[in-house]
């Protein structure tokens, strides 16, 4: 279930994603379990998975018992083998797949001067190559029906912050420039690929960041001083899902308040106004 509940009221009828196959990663909590709700409601069929044993089983699980298609999965996406099993598995189960969301990640977060190697490497399998091995595993099956990917970046891929975010801008930046060249192949197969680089987004994981460094995200590094729902990423994805997105592909959309348009604006100090 959401940890926000769906804005509504929702209209059991708006079935946008109406019998789409859909794989999405990390599902188990944060961001893959809102959208995975979401994108049932709308009609969706979901395969989903997470790292945290028996969480992906759970969330679908509660969708299940209210007529909903979903189930879950525990899969170590960095095990390529594992990826590739839980991919071909899922697609096979629903018959095809016409949407993949990448949306797992997981970094480590240090100082440049402080980042090891091993975090580095973490970083980048962890948000970058298992974005490559899941996509790899799918694409064969996009192409033969055409489909939409979408991959979770991060408004950090275009910008940095002194958080120690360096594997972590790092390996998103990656996935935009990964995204962009999966989009150039795959647009005469009618296979659409695009990203979503959310801002600073209310999660478990973020949940545990101290209260000043979330308050200097917010008012510092977002035009719009709030913070983000899972929610909002959610119904980004819905679209870039729906055939509403059909001519779209090789773009990244912003759900990031304003973080990279307005980020001139929010580091320059207001001219005083007349005494």
């Given at each position: 279930m959401t940890e926000q509940p769906i804005p509504g009221p929702f209209d059991p009828r708006d079935r946008r994603l109406a019998d789409?196959?859909?794989?999405?990663?990390?599902?188990?909590?944060?961001q893959g379990a809102v959208a995975q709700e979401l994108f049932a409601r709308h009609g969706a069929r979901v395969i989903g998975c997470d790292l945290q044993p028996g969480a992906?089983?759970?969330?679908?699980?509660a969708l299940s018992a209210q007529g909903?298609?979903?189930?879950?999965?525990?899969?170590d996406l960095a095990d390529p083998d594992a990826a590739r099993t839980w991919v071909e598995r899922a697609i096979e189960t629903l018959g095809g797949i016409d949407v993949l969301y990448n949306n797992a990640s997981a970094p480590a977060i240090a100082p440049f001067a402080e980042l090891t190697l091993d975090q580095w490497r973490f970083t980048v399998v962890n948000e970058l190559e298992i974005v490559f091995t899941v996509t790899s595993a799918a694409w064969s099956a996009?192409?033969?029906?055409?489909?939409?990917?979408?991959?979770?970046?991060?408004?950090?891929?275009?910008?940095?912050?002194?958080?120690?975010?360096v594997a972590h801008g790092a390996a998103k930046?990656?996935?935009?420039?990964?995204?962009?060249?999966?989009?150039t192949e795959g647009a005469p197969d009618r296979v659409r690929v695009n990203a979503i680089s959310p801002g600073f987004v209310d999660t478990p994981a973020t949940r545990d960041m101290p209260d000043h460094v979330r308050d200097w995200i917010v008012h510092s590094v977002h035009l719009m001083p709030v913070t983000i729902e899972s929610i909002d990423i959610a119904y980004c994805a819905l679209y870039l899902a729906s055939d509403e997105s059909r001519f779209v592909?090789?773009?990244?959309?912003?759900?990031?308040?304003?973080?990279?348009?307005g980020r001139s604006a929010g580091t320059v100090p207001l001219a005083p106004g007349p005494a």
């Open positions: 789409k196959r859909v794989l999405i990663t990390g599902t188990g909590r944060g992906a089983a759970a969330t679908a699980a909903l298609s979903a189930e879950g999965h525990d899969v996009l192409l033969d029906g055409g489909g939409s990917v979408i991959n979770t970046a991060s408004s950090n891929g275009s910008f940095g912050i002194p958080l120690g975010m930046a990656g996935v935009l420039g990964l995204t962009r060249q999966l989009a592909t090789g773009a990244d959309f912003l759900v990031d308040a304003g973080s990279e348009g």
